[in-house]
């Protein structure tokens, strides 16, 4: 255990010390500022404050939708659960979160994760691979660590970087939310709708939530990438094919679920948990456990093939 934490904090360094790593971190947390001014100066106006009078005139517009013979099922559903999330806020006081708020910042400010999936796709792509094209992976193999130990203390150190990203994203954007739109509001509670039943959620655990859902697929990503690294030795095709995967798998997947049962099984079909909370899932009939199930089985056989791989691969001196 002690000569692999060494190996970790070996490649810790290696990261910590790359200009390319320094780099990441330095763009996430300009793009993060960056689109919090464009929150605060660009956009609609700040919201009026009779919220009760908005919330009964949409009201009115869903019973109008839900009277329409032609809505979808699905869409009549969602439907009836926005119809019964705002009769709960008028009947308890409970006034919406606003985009224009530290805490509807911080939210918002979770779509820019997909940028560190990139940055992931990079350090996955090529933690390992790096070292074949540069040779320094006989400086590694010489070593008297074994072979299995090297490979989880370069996946460990990727995949621990990546969490870091994730927690500088969620400090520097409640910072930016917090000092553009003030720290107010922050005890307004999230209302969750599941079957019908509405529960209040404290807002701050309902976005480590958010967040912590985004983190499936950011492991997913890593994995992926780092074994494309792995088997392939080539830092650039892992990270050219997992970011073409990132960018367009998700919407051929969401076409696929739409036309044949058997995309459920597809990974890009499972690793947005958060449609079993504000959505439908893409295939009828599939559910989080299943979801999980099929992630566990991508994991375990991607993480697999990197290790079976690495372990019998010939090093030409």
Not at 92 to 117: M, N, R, T, W, Y
Request: proline fraction near 2%; hydrophobic fraction near 50%.
């Amino acid at each position: 255990m002690h000569n692999i934490i060494n190996l970790i904090r070996n490649e810790n360094m290696k990261l910590s010390h790359s200009i390319s790593t320094r780099i990441m971190i330095g763009i996430l947390v300009i793009s993060t500022v960056a689109f919090g001014f464009l929150f605060r100066f660009v956009g609609n106006e700040a919201p009026k404050s009779d919220w009760k009078a908005d919330i009964t005139i949409q009201n009115q517009t869903i019973k109008k939708d839900l009277a329409n013979p032609k809505a979808s099922k699905e869409g009549k559903d969602k439907l009836e659960k926005d119809l019964q999330t705002n009769e709960y806020r008028l009947k308890h006081d409970i006034q919406p979160i606003q985009d224009k708020s530290v805490l509807g910042f911080v939210e918002g400010a979770s779509g820019l994760i997909f940028l560190i999936s990139l940055f992931a796709i990079v350090m996955g792509g090529g933690i390992v691979a790096n070292e074949f094209s540069g040779g320094t992976i006989k400086l590694l193999l010489i070593r008297p660590s074994k072979r299995w130990k090297i490979l989880i203390s370069k996946y460990i150190s990727v995949l621990g970087y990546t969490l870091f990203m994730l927690l500088i994203l969620l400090v520097v954007s409640f910072l930016v939310g917090g000092t553009l739109f003030s720290f107010k509001g922050a005890d307004s509670p999230f209302l969750a709708n599941v079957s019908g039943k509405i529960t209040e959620v404290n807002m701050i655990a309902h976005i480590l939530v958010v967040y912590g859902l985004k983190c499936i697929s950011l492991v997913m990503m890593v994995t992926l990438a780092f074994m494309i690294s792995t088997v392939f030795s080539n830092s650039s095709m892992a990270i050219g094919i997992g970011v073409f995967l990132l960018t367009t798998a998700p919407l051929v997947t969401q076409q696929l679920c739409g036309k044949f049962n058997w995309a459920k099984y597809i990974l890009f079909a499972n690793t947005n948990l958060d449609q079993y909370i504000t959505k439908q899932p893409l295939v009828e009939g599939m559910t989080m456990n299943f979801s999980i199930t099929v992630l566990i089985a991508y994991f375990i056989i991607f993480n697999v093939i990197a290790y079976a791989v690495f372990i019998k691969r010939d090093i030409v001196a």
